[in-house]
């Protein structure tokens, strides 16, 4: 025994230097071992999400944001996990804080990252950047795995570690509390590196180990501290017996301990991933080569049995297994497949496994709400063009009946017209206000009408008050419930448009009940909206007739009994006043039509009203500068204003009306102006006249308002606005007030 002691003493005495040594080398591989685990296992986990994101999940930030935070809370030392774009933009970004400054960059742009994602996109293989410094402040490097789906780069699975974080997770126990330590590059560049480190590796032997990340080479270099390095001979012999002993079980523990980790590791994440699959509203299964379901998720079971014959619940089986047999021979197959027992369809992948278990991967995705999207918008934009057209051709309908009208009514107003002249003229007035209403409402649909500048109005009491009119508009057979509510309702639109949508869907509702019925008119609040429901059950509609209601002249009733205007303006006027129109029918059963309006805030009460004109004031030697491009318009137009008694500048754009106030000997004292003109529109020719007469009454005509005239415009020259065509009472209305 002592014999065996001194023996040591001797041998220790003697190799004192190659036993530190030995030791200190031994220390060294042991952390890099230890270090590379580390990372190896979290690279691991970004392969997996690469994985994942292959196969068609996570396509959308919100689930990979959500399953990257789990990966991330379990495995520690990531700063983040992105997703890259295959340009090479940061797109998502997990965790969001602190990470959001790196969202929208580009990595083929970063000077030191780029060599390392332009390898990943070239070589498709995975690729890790050399140590930088971070915009985290840290420094640390980042890894590109390339995201393939069927031999095509989609993006780049992005982790980005912190070296630091990394280095004293891994070995703060056992190497850093007893060692000095430095890591650097193949070539030298310092990745890590104790503050110490340098003075003690002059002084003691120094233990190094080369490491491999992801084809990187690192070299780990580490130094005893002083404590464990200043011991007296005799703490040695005690410490080398010990040693032996501990190093004995500490190999055998170690590899234990290692496997436990490893293998509990593994485990996790196959969890975890098949949390994710288990959790995903889309269906996922293994299909054996019989289309049997032999593995499903959740959303899968609702329609089939693990085990049961997926082909079964298909619309067309043929189909499904010619594209099942050719992802088995290992060719990725992607269809539209109706499923289930109410054929939704869906979106289908088959994907042949990479390692061949003699099963393939199915992913299919419901596809209702995208073929939902998909149609409205389409209806949307279909109406959208209805309404140009219509609209281009209510206009230059709008000018025709101005002139044919307004000539008539001229010629009307004759005292010496033999009187059946005058009849005929009557009929014509007539037919040409029949055809005035039919392009307003046109107008209406295009959305190209005008509403007075700030009208807002209460729909409560609106309702409230026209409850005997709708009344009376009902036969005796139909029930009418009329709930207008208790509160006030504000919405930013007129009188006359809420009677106009009222009335339409008044009628609709009477001519769908066929003998005796019932028919609701409520006003229903909200959020944000107020909602005008008319609700009747009468016939109701098919799903053909009710994709077609909003289009102008669609209509079902006979000749002369309905026009198909009626619900396009309804649509119209809620379009234009950023509502919507939605529909429930069911036929045999009834229709509910809700008008969804978005609420205002209620006036001021003290807002004044506008004041009524007076009729007699007409003409009274007030002289009118008239410009309107459309010759026919404009020579009505002089003749209904001269018969009022004004006199009449005409002009037939901008420019000569400007002439015209130059050369006058009497300065007008109102503008009349059409909108639209050659040379110079409405609005500026306003401005131009106001300059130079300050006092000039403003009064816009047209049969056609959009963007070049707003109600902040009309606002701001104190402008009055006559639609077209126009009364001869409503213009002298409009010139009366803005020259009061
Ligand atoms: P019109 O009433 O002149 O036919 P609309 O645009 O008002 O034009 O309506 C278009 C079509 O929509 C109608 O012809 C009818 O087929 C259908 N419709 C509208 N409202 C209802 C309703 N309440 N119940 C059943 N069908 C309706
Ligand atoms: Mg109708």
Redesign the pocket.
Known sequence: MWSLLGAAWWVLGFNEEQRARALTQRDADQAAVRLSDFVAARLVAVDSIRRIREAGLLDDEAAFVRSCTIVQRELTGFLAINWIDSDGVIRWVSPPTPNERARGKNVFEHPQAAPAAQRAKAEHRPAITPPLPLFQGTLGFATYYPVLVEGELRGFINGVFDIRGLVERSLAEGVLEDHELSITTHDGLPVYETPSFAPAARARPVGTKELEVLGARWRLSLVQNDESATSSPARHVLFWVGSLLILACALLVDRGLARRQEQRQLEREQRELAELVAASPDIHALLDREGRAVRTNTAARRWVSEGAAFGDHVGDREAFDEALGRAFAGEPQRMMVDFGPEHWPYDVTLAPLRDDLGAVALHAKDDRDRQTLERDLRRAQELDALGRLAGGIAHDFNNVLTAVTGLARVTRADPELPPHLAEDLDIIIGAGERGAELASRLLVFARKDVTGPGEMIDLTAQLGAMSRLVQRLMRDDVTLVVEPGPDPMWVAMSRAQFEQILM??I???G??IDGHGRVRVAIEPGEGVVELV?E?D????SEA?RER??EPF????AVG????????S?YGIAQSLGGDVRIE?QVGV??K?RVRLPLASPPSSDAAQPSKPDPELAGRDRCVLLAEDDPVVRSSTTRLLERSGFRVLSAGDGREALAMVEDAEILPDVLVSDVIMPEMSGPELASAIRQRIPGVGIVFTSGYVDDALNRTQLAELDAEFVAKPFRPEELVEAIDKVSA
Do not use: H, P, R
């Not at 009468?538 to 509609?541: A, D, I, N, V, Y």
């Not at 009994?561 to 396009?568: N, P, Q, S, W």
């Open positions: 339409n869907l009628v609709n509702a001519d769908a008319v009747d009468g016939e109701g509609m007739v209601v909003f669609f209509t079902t009733k009994e309905g026009t198909g205007l009626g619900l396009a309804v029918s009834g229709t039509v």
